[in-house]
């Protein structure tokens, strides 16, 4: 049987994210950006990363520790060059940076073709394929990557973690073709922390090289497993590295101590990466048949997908199934489970609770 | 014992090459090229891109095909964008257009902090590798995909062939910092099919999950392999398909007809995509310990090679041995069966065969 869910109004929920970010000293375009994103990743299905992940984090990480800093001011590094722009986030709250990161992408790329935004003393954005997904809504190709929050990974051949989780987030505008964008995004680990503590939890092995011992040895036991692997060995390894070194031309320093904050003058925040680049900036203007670009671009994936794979997924069309489900209940989906954790946010912050008897049970 | 090398004089190596070329109704800059990047990539140990690689190619899908049209005029696509550009190499050679596709993105860059470069109806570069690694040593962060040549990889959970093997290359200015650059550069494939071929040849088994049977069937026997699976899963399949969409966006069409020619009227060229961002337009100017970018860097991949993982290597860190032991040499190096080899093309261009005895042993 699967699990029921509650269909939450968006307002009802976007409500209690703002207070529960004002709360804690965030103005109120953050608290909206906070709440808004939060909407956005539950609306999508993305459960890992919903309002009660990106409070946790922000209590862990964030506001509760050094790496975040409510009500920040960002200031624009002065660049010589038009199309790139390099940010000081001075730890404002990740989504609100984001947010206004692939925005001021999207208008350089309306200009030049392209264009990246760079974010220095930046504070953990949550989810990048939220981000990338809302570009190529609008008809961009976007990416994003940053450093995470902790060094958890151990380098291919290596003993001790000193990689991020680094997750990279590709969007394409794939709307018009298929009915929803492309969105390739995941974190260049086989798995995350989280899921091998769920596995511990469930008494379940882990999958092999996905998880090392604490002297650095391969295990499937995850009551044994310390350190994270990257996925597909040193091509994986090579896809976290070039977060690490993106961030480490940026501002961002050394990784082993990152998101671990004292007066060592050294520095402990992520970074991260933005690209926007508009479709029509990449067109050679000549497919095949006379076809526009987006039917193109619906061939090429159809050719991809036929010929006995049609049972393969697209990368995004999982979330996109999600948005469907919530667009047809009128409203985000949570478990009995995530209301109950909602409960506690609406204490902490002085918000009416919510009772599962007062939501509709989703389709 | 190590296998032995002969060190052949550049010069000798490059002159063989341009006449080869030559002969086949190549150009006298289309040769250079070609000659200057099979040396490149003998002298960084990429045997399997070397000079016989490319000629090779070249007979079976470009001049000795249709996929590569001699002294062919590339033409610039109108655009309005200012720091990308388009191109129709209406199939040039692809080591030509690779490298005027890199200097034309550095340009852009110096300009405009990043700069793009697409091209349409391409014909195989080779190594991407090169051209970025290239790029990196000049000072410049650059990337590079393209669509491979035939469709030889089974997308994630499917049965058949849509998707190149599909490369990516990424290259880093981080001469200053460690003493070489970092290229990351891999084809999305598990391994290729030469190494099906290979590892058929030796007897030996196939690692696990790098391919399938006629059927989709997952199998590790070199002789029942017959298409490739992506490295990673979903993560390595989401990788491949960037290329595909890229091309789909530039021009290129129907994955699995692509270099299989006919006057369907459908398109069966490759596409490229090139990007170089000046480091410079990423930084914030503000490094821990008043460090520089340089600096910095290298103090990022001095933690994370730290702490017990001295021995990992560094992406790129073998070619650069390589290229040490051509310079300390003095020379390119082949062996003898490559020597071998090098005289079947002489024969073919009517120039002075090689004998290994006219040659130093390398160190």
Known sequence: MSETFYVVPEDKHNALMEAAYLHRGFDAEESACGARFAAYATRHGVRTHNGLKALHLDHLFGSGSHGCVPSAKMEKVESRFAACEVWNANRKLGQAVAYAAIERCIELADKYGVGTVSVDNAFHYLWGGGYVMDAAKRGYIAYTNCTAALAEVVPFMGKFPTLGTNPHSWGFPTTEAIGYPIVIDWATSVIAMGRVQQLLREGVQLPPNAAVDENG?????????????????????????????????????????????????????????????????????????????????????????????????????????????????????????????FNEVAAECGQPAWSAAEFKVAQ
Chains 1, 2 share one sequence.
């Open 217 to 341: 040895q391969p295990t499937t036991d995850p009551a044994k497993a310390k350190y994270l692997l990257p996925f597909g060995g040193h091509k994986g390894y090579g896809l976290s590295l070039i977060n690490e070194i993106v961030a480490g031309f940026i501002g961002g320093s050394t990784p082993t101590v990152r998101s671990r904050w004292s007066d060592d003058g050294d520095k402990h925040a992520p970074c991260f990466f933005f690209q926007v680049i508009h479709p029509d900036a990449l067109s050679a203007g000549a497919f095949a048949g006379g076809k526009t670009q987006s039917a193109n671009v619906k061939h090429v994936l159809a050719d991809i997908l036929g010929h006995g794979n049609e049972k393969c997924l697209l990368p995004g069309q999982i979330e996109a199934q999600a948005a469907a489900r919530s667009e047809k209940n009128g409203g985000l989906l949570f478990s009995a489970n995530e209301i109950a954790a």
